[in-house]
Nanobody
Framework: QVRLVQSGGGLVQAGDSLRLSCAAS?????????MAWFRQAPGKEREFVAA????????NYADSVKGRFTISRDNAKNTVYLQMNTLKPEDTAIYYC????????????????WGRGTQVTVSS
């Protein structure tokens, strides 16, 4: 089993920055796990935000966040981060981290493990 514990999030104004963290634990969390962030806005389906490979040498981003969000990871701490800059009201959503064994993917169904979600609210 792999457990993902999220932290960060909150209420900010448009243009502000936030950093989300996701700490992984469990005996099954070994070398080779890709990590990702997804989000779900009110009334909408959950969507891909960003993903990073185990080595952090491969990252993917949704077009809507490119240039504003940065995904990174610290494998010594088993933690992945999502640095969100220049936040917009349309970034308001519940953000979920996810883990899968293998390369990064944009597809939710590829991820076996999920965090419980953290709310990010951006006011205009």
């Amino acid at each position: 089993q792999v457990r993902l514990v999220q932290s960060g999030g909150g209420l900010v104004q448009a243009g502000d920055s936030l950093r989300l963290s996701c700490a992984a634990s469990g005996r099954d969390f070994i070398r080779g796990y890709a990590m990702a962030w997804f989000r779900q806005a009110p009334g909408k389906e959950r969507e891909f935000v960003a993903a990073v490979s185990w080595s952090a040498g491969n990252t993917n981003y949704a077009d809507s966040v490119k240039g504003r969000f940065t995904i990174s990871r610290d494998n010594a701490k088993n933690t992945v981060y999502l640095q969100m800059n220049t936040l917009k009201p349309e970034d308001t959503a519940i953000y979920y981290c996810a883990a899968r064994f293998g390369g990064p993917s944009t597809a939710q169904k590829e991820y076996a493990y999920w965090g419980r979600g953290t709310q990010v609210t951006v006011s205009s």
